[in-house]
């Protein structure tokens, strides 16, 4: 298999950047911990990615560079195996190209990928019951989305999809000429589509050949607007064991299946201007066949309803089995061991934050198992599967194909947000009846650096943006004043920090067009950043649109980035740091960006006009002060309205107060990041990258760990995974870092 030379470079150059220290064994509850956003897509839509033969699990994810993984759980020893990677995804920054997964007739496993409006790739393993090695297949289809395999009782495999290859878009399967996959017959239509509309569908097949199929229509004109949530009604068909499709009465219909035929003789709900979403199809313990859904508008608590709609004696008869705030929600359901059905539902969640349409930003939750002994009238809730972590919200949860009750559920922690494949930095959970299945990690103490603050800015760009961005934020690398601010602003920008000198550097430009970011935004005036970078912006980046935020001075400049952003809103969380020594205005950060809280500056002993007019304007609800008594007067805390003090007897003591305070606004200590103090361009950097990982930032001094960030690292060892120190040698030494790794034993 060849990696493409684009992605090599790549590879090899983070692997110069980054060299470990020490690695140690951490317990963990799940069984990856490097997964980008979209490890697992929608049952809906891309499944299984789960299936389990001979007593071992195997579940295929995007991993890194969303790459086609897989791994193996034996349930009788626990053992793991994997991660392997399978493949090299073409869509490296679309999450759409997300693996299916199926056993065939001899046990050996294939795995379909890569696809979005763009070929089906297809890898099958060498061996039967072995992840170890792979071989590449012919594309099954050219140009396909949303690849649902299943093996036939002949033996043969049959896959089913969206043909990209037509403007139509329709829905079509398509079978292998043999058992072993190597070779295809012809794709027949299945739901054929129209100039202006589509399906989203979810075929669900049984041992005697029958499918279940349940869609949902997508408005392409509205879709085109902007409006992606245009999916509305919801249909239910059968294919029978001897190849006819049906309606729920068990009426013929007419294949393929045209939008007419579906509004007369298939239709499950009207459901109007409402939207709907996550329609998965099955049948019964009594044998009804049934559809899962959500349906709903707007956003916020409630405004979403997941949905069983049974079909029996008296036609479709519907039940609500709980709410939820998001259209992305995610949903599956089965038959449970014991003859009861059983629905995975992600519900709740927490608003999200950032630039945007605010509806991307609040999906994901909590994963809870619902039960019914009824067939379906009534729901119950029964546990919430997914673990209780401050901040974190789970999605797209799917059930292991063949899985017993140990190995049941397989799901994926998420980011809320617009951003594809976001940070490797995220966990994949296997649920059972005894709880979540975790595995043992090394863990690991790694250094991110170039060789100078521009590199090592570049590096964490490519970390915490592996696959773009929105924006980019450009700041001076010799002006730490007005870039104190720009933490909570890029991140609700979407976008990584870059330094100019002058102008912009090459390995700078290189970046930024790697990123390929909308609009570029230039904080501080032109003394600060001349118009050269601009230019640069424009003319060697190629940044279509280059806006520049700067006031009279460093303070008004914080107060029209907070406004920009959009997070300095009547009624918030404002913080106020000195705007004079930059440790503790970087240390909070990663709270603040997480959070949606803007960073406004103060003098020693003095209130600046600029900030105390937006003090006055917004009335903020809640004033967190960072930094001790020497830093933020009493006085100016006082007139600022604080709330909360955060400080300490040094930097490096505020800094671990401050993400101690983080965890309970959402950080997590999965991961931790680690810049010198003395270092204002590595601190930068680090904040940066910590607020993509939703993790704390602690300082130390050069040559040794300072006694803080030592103690924090002390009272959570065996909860942190990673350990990611910003700079080089000369900012935090190698000796620190072995301190670091020791401690964690």
């Not at 949530?229 to 219909?253: E, F, M, Q």
């Not at 797209?396 to 922690?413: C, D, K």
């Not at 940070?423 to 649920?431: D, F, M, R, S, T």
């Not at 930097?651 to 991961?671: I, K, M, N, P």
């Amino acid at each position: 298999m060849v990696m493409p030379l684009r992605r090599l470079l790549v590879a090899v150059t983070c692997l110069v950047a980054v060299s470990t220290a020490s690695a140690v064994a951490l317990e963990a509850p799940f069984f990856v911990w490097d997964a980008p956003k979209n490890a697992l897509f929608s049952e809906m839509a891309i499944h299984p990615q789960a299936i389990q033969m001979g007593g071992t699990t195997y579940i295929t994810y995007q991993g890194p560079d969303l790459n086609p993984n897989i791994v193996a759980h034996d349930s009788e020893t626990a053992k793991w195996t994997g991660p392997v990677q399978v493949g090299v995804n073409p869509l490296w920054d679309d999450m759409h190209g997300a693996p299916a997964l199926l056993a065939d007739a001899t046990g050996r496993l294939h795995v379909f990928y890569g696809g979005h409006h763009s070929a089906l790739l297809h890898v099958r393993a060498r061996e039967a019951s072995s992840i170890a090695a792979w071989d590449q297949l012919p594309p099954v289809a050219d140009r396909h989305t949303y690849p649902q395999p299943s093996l036939r009782a002949d033996g043969t495999i049959e896959i089913f999809y969206r043909d990209s290859g037509t403007a139509r878009k329709d829905w079509v399967s398509r079978r292998s000429l043999d058992t072993s996959g190597a070779t295809w017959g012809p794709s027949s239509i299945v739901l054929a589509g129209g100039p202006d509309y589509g399906w989203y569908a979810h075929f669900s097949p049984e041992a005697d050949g029958s499918v279940h199929l349940a869609f949902t229509t997508v408005d392409w004109v509205e879709s085109a607007r902007g409006d992606s949530w245009a999916r509305h009604d919801v249909y239910y068909a059968r294919r029978d064991s001897s190849g006819i499709w049906r309606n729920a009465a068990g009426t013929r219909v007419r294949v393929p299946i045209t939008r007419a035929e579906a509004e007369s003789k298939l239709r499950v709900l009207s459901s109007g201007t409402a939207n709907t979403n996550c329609v998965v199809a099955g049948r019964t313990p009594g044998g009804d066949p049934a559809v899962l859904y959500v349906v709903g508008q707007g956003g916020g608590a409630g405004s979403y309803r997941f949905r069983f709609a049974r079909y029996g004696e008296e036609g479709w008869v519907t039940s609500e089995v709980d709410a939820t705030d998001h259209f992305y929600d995610a949903c599956t359901w089965a038959v449970a061991e014991g003859g009861e059905l059983e629905a995975f539902l992600v519900t709740g969640g927490t608003m999200g934050i950032g630039h945007g349409d605010r509806r991307y930003l609040d999906d994901g939750g909590a994963v809870v198992r619902y039960t019914s002994s009824d067939d379906g009238g009534t729901w119950s809730r029964d546990t919430t599967v997914s673990p209780d972590a401050m901040g974190a919200v789970f999605n797209n949860p799917q059930v292991v194909q063949g899985g017993n009750a140990r190995s049941r559920l397989i799901f994926t922690e998420w980011r809320s947000g617009t951003s594809i494949s976001s940070i490797e930095a995220l966990g994949v959970y296997l649920w059972g009846s005894e709880g979540l299945v975790g595995r043992s990690f090394p863990v690991s103490v790694a250094r991110v650096n170039g060789g100078d603050s521009l590199a090592t800015a570049v590096e964490v760009s490519r970390r915490a943006y592996p696959s773009g961005s929105d924006s980019v934020v450009i700041v001076s690398e010799a002006s730490a004043a007005d870039a104190l601010t720009a933490s909570p602003f890029a991140h609700a920008a979407r976008g990584p920090i870059l330094y100019a000198a002058g102008g912009l550097r090459s390995d700078v430009v290189a970046e930024i067009k790697r990123l390929k970011p909308k609009v570029a935004y230039v904080i501080g005036g032109r003394e600060a950043v001349p118009t050269k970078v601009e230019d640069d912006l424009r003319l060697k980046a190629r940044v279509a649109s280059v806006k520049r935020i700067g006031g009279t001075d460093r303070y008004a400049t914080a107060v029209l980035v907070g406004i920009r952003s959009g997070i300095l809103r009547r009624g918030g969380t404002v913080v106020i740091a000195n705007g004079s020594r930059f440790a503790d205005a970087l240390a909070m950060a990663p709270v603040a960006a997480v959070n949606g809280y803007p960073i406004l500056l103060v003098a020693e002993g003095a209130m600046p006009r600029a900030t105390a007019n937006a003090l006055e304007a917004i009335r903020p609800s809640e004033v967190i002060v960072v930094g001790g008594e020497a830093a933020v007067h009493p006085e100016v805390a006082e007139a600022a309205g604080a709330s909360v003090r955060l400080g300490g007897r040094d930097r490096y003591d505020t800094a671990s107060s401050v993400a101690e305070f983080g965890e309970a606004r959402g950080l997590r200590v999965r991961h931790v990041v680690i810049a010198g103090g003395a270092s204002f361009s590595d601190a930068l950097s680090a904040g940066v990258y910590a607020a993509r990982l939703g993790s704390p930032l602690l300082l130390t001094r050069q040559d040794t760990l300072h006694a803080s960030p030592s103690d924090y690292l002390d009272a959570r060892s065996g909860r942190v995974v990673s350990v990611r120190v910003i700079g080089r040698q000369d900012a935090v030494s190698d000796a620190v870092l072995a301190r670091i790794a020791g401690i964690l034993k």
